[in-house]
Nanobody, 124 residues
Framework: QLQLVESGGGLVQPGGSLRLSCAAS????????IAWFRQAPGKEREGVSC????????NYADFVKGRFTITRDNAKNTVYLQMNSLKPEDTDVYYC?????????????????WGKGTLVTVSA
């Protein structure tokens, strides 16, 4: 019942920034914890960042900590991933996923809905 659409990907130079958006429709977003994942060729999908239903809890993978920031605006049914100081190794397809939760934790497992992904390419 929840649809997720990612946007904001594209080509950026090393050291540059992008802001990804995950726009949701179909249900009240404040019932869902949201996680961003990424997957590069030859690699397993990995969790990047997650945010709890209220935004009170966030988590970042070590490889993005200090560079990426996840936020949400439940009134706009949108979650954002601000990506700064991008590196070539950040090149991936980035996906957002939603997990319906009734607490204020965030998760990288048991995701109920997935977007189709947006490609981020970091290259000079």
């Amino acid at each position: 019942q929840l649809q997720l659409v990612e946007s904001g990907g594209g080509l950026v130079q090393p050291g540059g920034s992008l802001r990804l958006s995950c726009a949701a429709s179909g249900w009240t977003l404040d019932e869902y914890a949201i996680a961003w994942f990424r997957q590069a060729p030859g690699k397993e999908r990995e969790g990047v960042s997650c945010i709890s239903t209220s935004g009170g809890t966030t988590n970042y993978a070590d490889f993005v900590k200090g560079r990426f920031t996840i936020t949400r605006d439940n009134a706009k049914n949108t979650v954002y991933l601000q990506m700064n100081s991008l590196k070539p190794e950040d090149t991936d397809v980035y996906y957002c996923a939603a997990s319906r939760r009734f607490d204020d934790n965030c998760y990288y497992f048991d995701m109920d809905y997935w977007g189709k992904g947006t490609l981020v390419t970091v290259s000079a």
